[in-house]
């Protein structure tokens, strides 16, 4: 799904996945 040819990608991988994190924890207070 995601390749990167750097470590610089890692990081922002990781950032995608606490954003995702993030908008799942909004969603569930929202209900």
Request: proline content about 0%; some cysteine; glycine content about 6%.
């Amino acid at each position: 799904l995601f390749e990167y040819a750097c470590h610089e990608g890692n990081y922002s991988m990781a950032n995608i996945l606490r954003g995702a994190r993030e908008q799942e924890r909004v969603a569930a207070e929202r209900e």
